[in-house]
């Protein structure tokens, strides 16, 4: 008899899943390692690697706490970052268990070819490596300029690192919760900050199917 896997869900926002447990995010080190217990049987079943869900959930505890009215769940930060790297595998890179992507991973040269816009060097090459354009930079693909603004450290190593996913995770949270300012408990809210992240229609649906798969516990 064959497998009958749940529906994947279409509706807006995406569930938010089986909610992440309370952690002390005060306390020292990486405070992702403490949703290990409830990471587990999820990336047993969607396939997302152990760490980068530990880091998401880590990341919407840290929300829930500081900006409850925000309402982030961890299955939209699953799926930006599998839209955007597969989860800091993009380039067969791996994620070691302190959280940092390697190799790290780095987006075109943004000159204007392909799509891309023109975003001219903002950081001397210091973050991405490349002092003529900015590049995407890390397991959420930001930019130097907006990472220098919403980076932060989340794996308590004192430092804010785009290529940890720890750090990308929670940066990737505060900026669409600060920048976007919306209530992500809504259609419209969730939609408005996603598409601050990335404004094309069809990447915002993208990130929708694979949060709402991540919802039910399916890998997409």
Same mark, same amino acid.
């Given at each position: 008899?064959?497998?009958?896997?749940?529906?994947?869900?279409?509706?807006?926002?995406?569930?938010?899943?089986?909610?992440? !447990?309370?952690?002390?995010?005060?306390? !020292?080190?990486?405070?992702?390692?403490?949703?290990?217990?409830?990471?587990?049987?999820?990336?047993?079943?969607?396939?997302?690697?152990?760490?980068?869900?530990?880091?998401?959930?880590?990341?919407?505890?840290?929300?829930?706490?500081? $900006?409850?009215?925000?309402?982030?769940?961890?299955?939209?930060?699953?799926?930006?970052?599998?839209?955007?790297?597969? $989860?800091?595998? $993009?380039?067969?890179?791996?994620?070691? !268990?302190?959280?940092?992507?390697?190799?790290?991973?780095?987006?075109?040269?943004?000159?204007?070819?392909?799509?891309?816009?023109?975003?001219?060097?903002?950081? /001397?090459?210091?973050?991405?490596? +490349?002092?003529?354009? +900015?590049?995407?930079?890390?397991?959420?693909?930001?930019?130097?300029?907006?990472?220098?603004?919403?980076?932060?450290?989340?794996?308590?190593?004192?430092?804010? +690192?785009?290529?940890?996913?720890?750090?990308?995770?929670?940066?990737?949270?505060?900026?669409?919760?600060?920048?976007?300012?919306?209530?992500?408990?809504?259609?419209?809210?969730?939609?408005?900050?996603?598409?601050?992240?990335?404004? $094309?229609?069809?990447?915002?649906? /993208?990130?929708?199917?694979?949060?709402?798969?991540?919802?039910?516990?399916?890998?997409?």
């Amino acid at each position: 008899m064959p497998w009958d896997r749940p529906d994947i869900p279409d509706g807006l926002p995406p569930g938010v899943g089986t909610q992440q !447990p309370y952690i002390d995010i005060n306390s !020292p080190g990486r405070t992702a390692d403490k949703m290990r217990e409830w990471a587990t049987p999820i990336s047993d079943a969607t396939a997302i690697p152990l760490t980068a869900l530990e880091a998401y959930g880590n990341a919407a505890e840290i929300q829930r706490q500081q $900006h409850p009215e925000c309402g982030i769940g961890w299955t939209t930060l699953a799926g930006i970052a599998a839209v955007e790297t597969k $989860h800091g595998r $993009h380039g067969g890179a791996t994620v070691a !268990p302190n959280g940092d992507v390697r190799p790290e991973i780095r987006g075109p040269a943004l000159d204007g070819t392909k799509g891309n816009r023109v975003i001219r060097d903002t950081d /001397k090459g210091r973050l991405d490596g +490349d002092t003529t354009y +900015d590049r995407a930079m890390g397991p959420f693909q930001f930019i130097p300029e907006t990472w220098m603004r919403y980076g932060v450290d989340a794996n308590g190593d004192g430092a804010a +690192d785009p290529d940890n996913i720890d750090d990308a995770a929670l940066s990737a949270a505060r900026y669409l919760c600060v920048y976007a300012g919306g209530d992500m408990t809504t259609p419209e809210g969730w939609e408005a900050a996603v598409h601050a992240y990335n404004n $094309h229609d069809e990447y915002v649906l /993208k990130v929708r199917n694979y949060a709402n798969a991540y919802s039910v516990n399916i890998r997409y």
